[in-house]
């Protein structure tokens, strides 16, 4: 009998998660086939399914097999796979953590070693691969090639969840954008990837780390974790007030970095006006489609700003982001930043109170997992 597994599938029509069982793929001599014990809900997951950036003629998409924040156990693995990607014994039941795209490994980003711009990088849609393959269902497929780490054995799959996105897309944005000792960082949005971006450069030695969101929550649980500074928009309603407020926080220099982590044209617009003469603006937000932003490019150009655009990330950073969650466990809350966990059969629970713009939304809510 084949084994058979539940998967999410996102429907665009009456806007819901569906259940479906689908067979669990048998692994080819290179692969590995992941029973997936955790998977967090990504704010672009709720980009995704909000429809930002669509219109009423869009095209109906999908059904979609989505979920990306994950972890899991191996559950079968190919005659040819005998370690991780750090040479270390793997068997079948070990705990482990994984890129969720596949660098091709042949094309021309590839042999550069840019394995996060591999255009071939995609998991196959649902369309094309009918198995359970996916974050939100219970097993996730590895093609060939694959990268693969031994999940570190003093955290749980729920603060391993996010290491899977969330702040390996923020330390890969760092690394490119390089905060250096003593440079103020404005953070945007203190979601859990501002969280994450509050640590990283408070350890990668900022100066001021100032964050700004508007929820005060959030922004007590940055100031827990590296945050110098907070705003709340809600208190400093004006764009140009804010702008003000750092370059006077910043004694009129202006912030070193701007990360952007919120995704929405406003915002950018705003940040790129935080920056000092030729500092830096790394924009990692902007997930949905048609987000314009209006900026004069001679400001750009006058005040030498230099914009960095990121997505994905190469694959070295995950056990990297692993040391760092064990080694400040005891010195940022890092590792509890979820704070709601849903039954897989609950998604549409979960996606409703998770989604910060809904109806539903559950403001309590910091990381919300599924756990299939
Ligand atoms: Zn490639
Ligand atoms: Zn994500």
């Known amino acids: 009998m084949t084994e058979s597994g539940l998967t999410g599938l996102w429907y665009d029509k009456p806007k819901k998660w569906e259940l479906v069982e689908l067979p669990v793929y048998k692994p080819d001599d290179d692969e590995i086939v992941i029973r997936v014990t955790a998977t967090g809900i990504c704010g672009s997951d709720l980009h995704v399914t909000r429809g930002d950036g669509r219109d009423k003629n869009s095209p109906e998409r999908g059904p979609l097999a989505m979920g990306h924040e994950m972890t899991g156990i191996v559950h079968s693995m190919g005659k040819k796979v005998k370690t991780d990607s750090l040479k270390k014994p793997l068997k079948e039941g070990d705990r482990v953590i994984f890129p969720f795209f596949f660098p091709c490994m042949s094309c021309y980003n590839c042999i550069k070693g840019e394995f996060g711009a591999c255009k071939y990088r995609s998991r196959i849609p649902y369309q094309d691969f009918k198995y359970c393959n996916s974050g939100f269902s219970q097993y996730y497929v590895l093609r060939s090639p694959h990268f693969i780490f031994h999940s570190p054995k003093s955290l749980n799959d729920e603060s391993l969840v996010s290491l899977n996105c969330a702040l390996a897309q923020v330390v890969e944005a760092f690394n490119f954008g390089k905060v250096n000792f003593g440079d103020n960082v404005v953070i945007q949005g203190a979601g859990a990837l501002g969280i994450y971006a509050t640590a990283v450069a408070r350890s990668m030695g900022a100066n001021e780390v100032i964050v700004i ?160």
């Open 213 to 372: 969101d508007g929820h005060d929550s959030r922004l007590k649980l940055a100031e827990k974790c590296g945050a110098s500074k907070t705003i709340n928009i809600s208190e400093i309603q004006s764009s140009d007030e804010r702008i003000e407020y750092i370059y006077d926080y910043t004694n009129g220099i202006g912030a070193d970095i701007v990360i952007e982590l919120v995704g929405f044209p406003a915002v950018v617009e705003e940040g790129l006006k935080m920056v000092r003469m030729r500092g830096k603006y790394l924009e990692i937000g902007s997930i949905a489609p048609n987000s314009f932003i209006n900026v004069d490019t001679n400001f750009l150009v006058s005040n030498q700003i230099r914009m960095m655009n990121f997505q994905h990330y190469d694959p070295w950073i995950l056990p990297k982001c692993a040391d760092f969650l064990e080694r400040t466990k005891s010195e940022y809350p890092l590792t509890s930043l979820v704070s709601h966990k849903f039954k897989l059969e609950d998604i549409n629970e979960a996606f409703q109170k998770s989604d910060w713009l809904g109806e539903h939304a559950d403001k309590s809510i910091t990381r919300a997992v599924i756990l299939p």
